[in-house]
């Protein structure tokens, strides 16, 4: 494994690939990230992976600095991985200026759900990751399921504008109780990892209930509605702190307008804090590959 922090070496090094895939992270590298190069390997010649924890979409300056950074850790698990470049690029190399110009998201994804709490998230996202595209000019780039509006919001990115890269999702990884994986997993106390899978267990639930009552009469926008509200309720009780429980079309990302015909399409996601530290999770109605 190559690795680079220098455009110029990054741009020579490319040069003579065939097919790039690209898997882009904030660091403290877990299975889930290591699925995707794992996910990434089979569709391209040469996988890089990027660390870089980019602080612009920080809506705390607190969650940046303490952000786990464990970039020895990190690269030794991506070449046990085989990925074939590890691009870590300084903070003055994706910054050389203060950056005044930013992509502007649509409001339907950028004001809901993870809009409604993280500021301005979406639109720095989407602009450190035009950037990397820019200069890593990758034929895929593979993403993870579990930040599903993340995910929605670069698929239509690529859509919108020449990338030529196409996008990949890979499934959410779970720890043996059900608990996405996460890098903020790091940051619950051990009583609260104890209860951590509550969420993933309300939306699985709510999953079957989706299933259970699909053909019924009663299934409809308001039967949805009253699932959100048990979720949010159940969770609350629990000790934690909902924001959000919320069903919604996962190919339009809008609440379904008739669901007995597109509960098919439909996707559970959800975000709580337990003590201080915020997760977020999802689960679809029918699993599927969305590429």
């Not at 609260?192 to 309300?202: C, D, F, H, L, S």
């Amino acid at each position: 494994m190559k690795i680079i922090n220098n455009i110029d070496v990054l741009k020579s090094e490319l040069g003579a690939r065939k097919s790039i895939a690209l898997v882009p992270t904030m660091g403290n590298i877990h299975e889930g990230h290591l699925s995707l190069v794992r996910y990434a390997k089979n569709y391209a010649d040469t996988v890089v992976c990027t660390i870089f924890v980019n602080q612009l979409q920080f809506n705390e300056k607190a969650d940046f600095f303490t952000y786990p950074r464990t970039i020895d850790n990190d690269l030794k698990k991506l070449e046990i991985n085989k990925t074939d470049i590890a691009f870590v690029p300084p903070e003055e190399l994706m910054y050389p200026c203060e950056q005044e110009f930013f992509i502007e998201v649509p409001e339907y994804i950028s004001k809901s759900l993870e809009g409604q709490f993280r500021g301005p998230f979406f639109s720095r996202v989407a602009t450190i990751v035009l950037k990397f595209f820019l200069l890593i000019r990758p034929d895929i780039a593979v993403f993870g399921k579990k930040d599903f509006q993340q995910a929605f919001m670069i698929k239509k990115l690529c859509l919108q504008f020449p990338m030529q890269c196409t996008i990949l999702l890979g499934e959410t990884i779970r720890d043996l109780d059900g608990l996405a994986l996460s890098s903020r997993n790091s940051h619950l106390g051990v009583s609260e990892r104890a209860k951590a899978n509550q969420m993933y267990k309300i939306l699985v639930n709510m999953k079957e209930e989706i299933f259970q009552n699909k053909e019924q009469e009663y299934f409809n926008l308001k039967f949805l509605n009253q699932l959100e509200d048990t979720g949010r309720d159940k969770l609350n009780k629990e000790g934690w702190e909902c924001e959000y429980i919320k069903i919604i079309n996962k190919d339009f990302f809008r609440e379904p307008i008739c669901p007995k015909t597109e509960w098919r399409q439909l996707i559970v996601l959800a975000a709580a804090r337990l003590g201080n530290t915020r997760l977020i999770d999802n689960v679809e109605i029918i699993e599927s590959n969305i590429q």
